[in-house]
């Protein structure tokens, strides 16, 4: 009967909740957490309702709040970048990506992109939405030690190729990109530049990143739930009248019909937290990363980036070769309730990718509950025990649980009263 399916996934999601929000470490680092505000707002009406189009030119009525909303939100996240546009309807980076591929380059053009292992999304490689666009990578060179892009390489790549668009911006980020050489040469060919800042928006919005917009490129596309702590979704950003035009007319109809409304509002207060908080979080995720880099080197681990000093992002690189690789290492610290994931490190074949070199740590979430850099080294200390002590994860296990009662509020957001917020504005929370 039904009864029993419901209470199965009650009971499943329950579990879910319990686990990964009280219960873990995550260090995904490509996940956050929302704040309760951001939360109550987003479980609106909104998720019911559909707006085709560009606000106020929608195919739908019953829309002219959301229209306002889209609007207002739209102008406040452009300008966290010092931008003047954004389009905030693609419903998640690889979305935004599409629009952004399809706008700058067509069938047949070839694309200069980092390679799979120097860090890229996959969306920017063959295998993803770039190559289904029928636009051929070209792979930019990278430093393999510190996943630094080989500059010299790099622009000579692209002078020889003259390729119509170079994407720069990556998944497994340590250093910041050399966005203000690499925009020049493509500029020299005639070609514009994307930054794909998924990763490092909130490092950017909170200024301890630099601003590809700041250093010539001609886009940034984006996600929003990554350092950025908004509500997931994707967005583009850019300073080209030309540009957003043509991409608010590709967005819909090519990539999204609907884009998902109530993510609106709560990309809207996620951006005012980041106005408000932004510089605090993001220094202290520079700070924490660092020193958990630091904390692992003196555990014997190899992080990467050593000569650079292991990380300038939210991301601190393993490698686990040593260890018996990332699949095993990130297996036996998820029994231990810590939650990483395995990673291909620029040495690993095609074929390592069921046990890849690496692990990626990211600490933005860590960040948001409140942890700091001493907090780093006790995070330290329990992925030595798991990865290089071996020891019994149940019992590491039992150590991150108390751990992380110390850490119950999510911090970088307003001292409002959430509940009577929620009550005032109707969110469904409380119906
Ligand atoms: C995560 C990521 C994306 C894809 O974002 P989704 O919102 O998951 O679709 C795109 N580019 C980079 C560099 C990423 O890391």
């Not at 739930?225 to 030309?242: C, D, L, R, V, W």
């Amino acid at each position: 009967m039904y009864e029993d399916e419901l209470r199965e996934i009650l009971d499943l999601i329950r579990k879910h909740n319990t686990w990964r929000r009280s219960e873990c470490i995550n260090l995904i680092a490509s996940e956050n957490v929302t704040s309760p505000l951001v939360d109550a707002v987003y479980l609106s009406d909104a998720m019911h309702r559909y707006a085709e189009g560009l606000p106020f030119k929608r195919f739908y009525q019953g829309t002219r709040y959301v229209d306002e909303l889209e609007v207002k939100v739209s102008s406040i996240f452009a300008g966290l970048f010092g931008a003047k546009y954004s389009d905030i309807r693609p419903v998640s980076g690889t979305i935004a990506n599409a629009t952004a591929f399809a706008c700058l380059a067509k069938y047949g053009d070839e694309a200069a992109v980092l390679p799979l292992p120097g860090g890229a999304h996959v969306s920017h490689s063959r295998y993803g939405i770039l190559g289904r666009l029928g636009i051929k990578p070209i792979e930019l060179p990278i430093i393999p030690e510190d996943m630094m892009v080989d500059v010299d390489g790099a622009v000579k790549i692209i002078r020889e190729r003259s390729p119509r668009m170079v994407v720069l911006g990556a998944s497994v980020v340590i250093f910041p990109h050399p966005v203000k050489e690499i925009s020049e040469a493509a500029h020299e060919v005639g070609a514009q530049m994307v930054y794909d800042a998924a990763h490092v928006l909130g490092l950017i919005a909170g200024r301890a990143y630099p601003n590809p917009l700041d250093d010539g490129a001609d886009a940034i596309t984006t996600s929003t739930h990554k350092t950025f702590p908004g509500p997931q979704g994707g967005a583009i950003i850019t300073n080209s009248g030309e540009i957003y035009e043509k991409v608010s007319k590709i967005v819909f109809p090519v990539f999204v019909s609907n884009h998902h409304l109530h993510r609106l509002a709560a990309l809207g207060v996620a951006s005012l937290e980041m106005k408000a908080f932004g510089k605090e979080y993001a220094s202290q995720i520079l700070r924490n990363s660092r020193r958990l880099a630091e904390e692992l080197h003196a555990r014997g681990f190899k992080v990467l980036g050593e000569k650079w000093g292991f990380t300038k992002t939210h991301q601190v690189l393993l490698d686990v070769r040593e260890d018996g690789g990332g699949a095993r290492c990130a297996e036996a610290l998820e029994k231990a309730n810590i939650i990483v994931n395995k990673n291909m490190l620029p040495w690993d074949a095609p074929s390592d990718i069921e046990n890849p070199s690496g692990i990626r740590i990211g600490v933005q979430e860590a960040t948001r509950i409140g942890m700091r850099e001493d907090d780093m080294a006790e995070v330290a200390d329990f992925i030595y025990r798991v990865v290089k002590r071996k020891e019994d994860p149940s019992e590491v296990r039992r150590r991150v649980i108390e751990f992380r009662r110390n850490f119950t509020k999510i911090h970088y957001t307003f001292d409002v009263n959430v509940m009577r917020i929620a009550e005032e504005i109707g969110s469904l929370i409380l119906c």
